[in-house]
């Protein structure tokens, strides 16, 4: 399946399309994709609020774009390893049976497949800006991000079953 098909797919039913990813066996690269799309897509949400900064304080937009970049595309996806493997031991804590690969899968889809939001949440912050409904676009992400994660938790540690 394409993956802007499973996309759509979680939501409606993330813990299935995560089962169905962990289905298709152990392998490395495809978290490694999942991850590095979210913080490429993630990069590019920025750049409206960048522009937007640029614009009104005067600053370089050339230099925000680098330090965005940086922080998004270089040190953002380490911090993401770190909190799988966190989430990974946590599962393990109250009984958790799979695998510290079935963690990461379940957090970087949950990452990628919330990026329609992100899209939403940098147009946001780059054409209205901060405001009411800046931080309800947001939360709205936030918390179907939570929801995609923990369903694929359940599915990736065995608690559904």
């Given at each position: 399946?394409?993956?802007?098909?499973?996309?759509?797919?979680?939501?409606r039913?993330?813990?299935?399309?995560?089962?169905?990813?962990?289905?298709?066996?152990?392998?490395?690269?495809?978290?490694?994709?999942?991850?590095?799309?979210?913080?490429?897509?993630?990069?590019?949400?920025?750049?409206?609020?960048?522009?937007?900064?640029?614009?009104?304080?005067?600053?370089?937009?050339?230099?925000?774009?680098?330090?965005?970049?940086?922080?998004?595309?270089?040190?953002l996806p380490?911090?993401?390893?770190?909190?799988?493997?966190?989430?990974?031991?946590?599962?393990?804590?109250?009984?958790?049976?799979?695998?510290?690969?079935?963690?990461?899968?379940?957090?970087?889809?949950?990452?990628?497949?919330?990026?329609?939001?992100?899209?939403?949440?940098?147009?946001?912050?780059?054409?209205?800006?901060?405001?009411?409904?800046?931080?309800?676009v947001?939360?709205?992400?936030?918390?179907v991000?939570?929801?995609?994660w923990?369903?694929?938790?359940?599915?990736?540690?065995?608690?559904?079953?």
């Open positions: 399946m394409p993956v802007t098909s499973d996309i759509v797919a979680t939501y039913g993330p813990g299935r399309v995560v089962r169905r990813l962990l289905e298709l066996g152990q392998r490395e690269d495809r978290a490694l994709v999942f991850v590095m799309a979210f913080c490429v897509v993630a990069f590019i949400a920025q750049l409206p609020s960048l522009s937007r900064r640029a614009h009104l304080e005067g600053l370089e937009l050339n230099m925000l774009m680098g330090g965005a970049l940086l922080g998004t595309v270089i040190i380490l911090f993401f390893y770190l909190l799988a493997f966190i989430s990974y031991g946590a599962a393990r804590l109250i009984g958790g049976k799979g695998s510290a690969y079935g963690a990461r899968v379940a957090l970087f889809w949950a990452l990628l497949s919330s990026t329609p939001l992100v899209l939403l949440n940098g147009l946001v912050a780059g054409f209205i800006g901060p405001g009411p409904t800046l931080s309800a947001g939360l709205i992400w936030v918390a991000f939570l929801w995609f923990m369903s694929g938790m359940r599915q990736a540690q065995g608690f559904s079953e």
